[in-house]
């Protein structure tokens, strides 16, 4: 991708708001919508944020491939939107899906099950609320 992204239909109010990063680009959070978890990560630009919010289907930009792709078109494991919102810094979008089959291009249903680090049981009960 070059470092001025194409020409985009997206709404200009939502394209001034974006944090991009140098290449143009926002990480895009994939969520199941009604169980909360967290299926996989990928990265818009404000086209790819633009289709995904005018046709339901979630798009996104293939860094290593530099083209669009529409999650299930060739899988068969589709994203059907249920909601896209920007986080507080504007940097980040949340998309809110209904995942048909696996999320991950390796065949597992989420990308984050398949290397779970293990936390210090002693370092999560020392953590401290911050008004105490």
């Known amino acids: 991708m070059t470092s001025t992204p194409p020409p985009s239909s997206l709404d200009p109010e939502i394209a001034v708001r974006l944090k991009r990063s140098a290449d ?7 969520q199941q919508y009604d169980t909360g978890e967290v299926l996989m990560l990928g990265w818009m630009d404000d086209e790819a ?64 099950d398949a290397d779970v680090l293990t936390v210090r049981e002693d370092a999560v009960s020392d953590v401290q609320p911050l008004d105490q």
């Open 49 to 112: 944020l633009h289709r995904t919010l005018t046709t339901g289907r979630c798009t996104y930009w293939s860094r290593s491939r530099q083209e669009y792709w529409v999650k299930g078109d060739t899988s068969g494991h589709f994203q059907h939107v249920k909601s896209v919102a920007l986080d507080c810094d504007a940097d980040t979008v949340l998309v809110k899906v209904d995942q048909v089959g696996a999320a991950c291009h390796t065949g597992a249903r989420t990308c984050f």
């Open 24 to 30: 143009g680009l926002v990480p895009a959070i994939a």
